[in-house]
């Protein structure tokens, strides 16, 4: 007789569509510990812009994947799938029920879909790029990984310069395409009973969400965060420093701006990278899609219907 797959619940959608609160909320339903698929919640140090839950909801829910690497290193989506996966296999052997929960698309494919043999790295090349890139645009950048290795491009969104740039170093460096790597972890989701739930708020409802996270997370201290970090020595080169609203307040903190002008750009980066969240996830076509509100029973009869159909 087979051994029956264990659950992975998967939650994902745009930022501020509410994933934590809906994962956490489960999680204590159910029996489940969350493992953020946050790419800077990995990041000691960076709390209260990335959102992380307050250390009394950590008490009552384990989360993983957060507070894993100091704030001046590099933390790559290979890395991150390499320790989540732990980290899901860890839940499962408590009998537990693992929540993957995020909103980089990138690292849940990395962890779902595996990641490429091998971690090329080219750091002269990879600052030539750069360089090039902000000369040229990030359209610019983009069309020209377009001609050269158009599987890469149609999964990597225009405006994302970093992931561009990453995919033609494999390219330059290797004279392959960064999309034909083989993949030997691809198979390590069909270990599990994979069920996805996508959040999709209005675009309205999605722009309010926002305006209030961002005027709650500045009211929460986001500068005094932004300016411990900096008074540590931290670059505001660092990788960690890419998170979204992190420049800014920085800007505003060294008096570059004012806090109004931080706020204002911060909340059009957010839109702008929710948009960009919303047309990656489009192409989850095997998730079930529902409203904020409507998504904790969803997710609950999901779950129901699935032990119904395993038993």
């Given at each position: 007789?087979?051994q029956?797959?264990?659950?992975?619940?998967?939650?994902?959608?745009?930022t501020?569509?509410g994933k934590?609160?809906?994962?956490?909320r489960?999680?204590?339903?159910?029996g489940?510990e969350v493992?953020?698929?946050?790419?800077f919640a990995?990041?000691?140090?960076?709390d209260?812009?990335?959102?992380?839950?307050?250390?009394?909801?950590?008490?009552?829910?384990?989360?993983?994947?957060?507070?894993?690497a100091?704030?001046?290193?590099?933390?790559?989506?290979g890395?991150?799938a390499?320790?989540?996966?732990a980290?899901?296999?860890g839940?499962?052997?408590r009998?537990r029920?693992?929540?993957?929960?995020?909103?980089?698309?990138?690292?849940l494919?990395?962890?779902?879909?595996?990641?490429?043999?091998?971690d090329v790295?080219?750091?002269?090349?990879?600052?030539?790029?750069?360089?090039?890139?902000?000369?040229?645009?990030?359209?610019?950048?983009?069309?020209f990984?377009?001609?050269n290795d158009p599987?890469s491009?149609?999964?990597?969104?225009?405006?994302?310069l970093?992931y561009?740039?990453r995919?033609?170093?494999?390219?330059?460096?290797?004279?392959?395409?960064?999309?034909?790597?083989?993949?030997?972890?691809a198979?390590?989701?069909?270990?599990?009973?994979?069920?996805?739930?996508?959040?999709?708020?209005?675009?309205?409802?999605?722009?309010?969400?926002?305006?209030?996270?961002?005027?709650r997370?500045?009211?929460?201290?986001?500068d005094?965060?932004v300016?411990?970090?900096?008074?540590?020595?931290?670059?505001?080169?660092?990788?960690?420093?890419?998170a979204?609203?992190?420049?800014?307040?920085?800007?505003?903190?060294?008096?570059?701006?004012?806090?109004?002008?931080?706020e204002?750009?911060?909340?059009?980066?957010?839109?702008?990278?929710?948009?960009?969240?919303?047309t990656?996830?489009?192409?989850?076509?095997?998730?079930?899609?529902?409203?904020?509100?409507e998504?904790?029973?969803?997710?609950?009869?999901?779950?129901?219907?699935?032990?119904?159909?395993?038993?």
């Open positions: 007789m087979r029956k797959r264990p659950p992975l619940l998967v939650i994902f959608g745009p501020g569509a934590t609160e809906l994962a956490h489960v999680a204590l339903a159910r489940g493992v953020s698929a946050d790419a990995v990041y000691r140090g960076l209260v812009g990335t959102a992380k839950p307050s250390p009394a909801r950590r008490a009552e829910v384990a989360y993983h994947m957060l507070d894993v100091s704030p001046d290193e590099a933390f790559s989506a890395r991150w390499e320790e989540a996966r980290a899901v296999e839940v499962t052997r009998n029920l693992p929540i993957l929960c995020g909103g980089s698309g990138f690292y494919s990395a962890l779902l879909g595996g990641l490429p043999v091998g790295r080219d750091p002269t090349l990879r600052t030539a790029l750069s360089q090039w890139a902000r000369r040229r645009g990030a359209a610019a950048a983009h069309l990984l377009e001609r599987s491009a149609r999964r990597i969104p225009v405006g994302n970093r561009t740039i995919a033609l170093e494999i390219l330059l460096a290797t004279g392959r395409e960064a999309s034909s790597r083989a993949r030997p972890t198979d390590w989701a069909a270990g599990f009973r994979v069920r996805k739930v996508g959040l999709r708020p209005a675009p309205a409802q999605l722009h309010v969400r926002i305006e209030d996270r961002v005027h997370m500045l009211e929460e201290g986001w005094a965060e300016r411990r970090l900096l008074d540590m020595g931290l670059s505001l080169e660092a990788n960690s420093f890419q979204i609203g992190y420049r800014q307040v920085a800007e505003w903190v060294l008096g570059r701006i004012s806090r109004r002008e931080a204002e750009q911060i909340m059009a980066a957010t839109r702008a990278l929710a948009k960009r969240q919303r990656w996830f489009a192409r989850e076509r095997d998730a079930t899609w529902v409203a904020p509100e998504s904790f029973a969803t997710t609950l009869a999901l779950l129901d219907e699935e032990d119904r159909e395993t038993r």
